[in-house]
């Protein structure tokens, strides 16, 4: 069953940069990319821990902060032989709203 979520504005987050969010059990990292795409992938890196949140972000990766672990977040598969992280669909709504569905 698919749960829809509204997180707060995406204002709240600046241009190439991400946001962990608390979405039940789960934490969630929200990133708004330079192209003004929105995506959404687990927060914790599995490697150790990292916060994905505070990593480097382009248009098509994010870089985990601790041991520079590689992410694509449009899979979630790791170009650096970690496990994968979870993609979750992230649009936002015409109130500029982030609504995430898990």
Partial sequence: MTTRHRLGPLEEIPIG???AYAV???MIAVFRLRDGGVRAVS???PHAGGPLADGLVDRR???CPLHQHTFDLGTGCSATGQPP???YPVVVDHDGRIVLEV
């Fill in 24 to 26: 039940g059990d789960l």
């Fill in 61 to 63: 990766v994010v870089v």
């Fill in 85 to 87: 992280l979870t993609v």
């Fill in 43 to 45: 927060a914790v890196c």
């Fill in 17 to 19: 940069e991400g946001r």
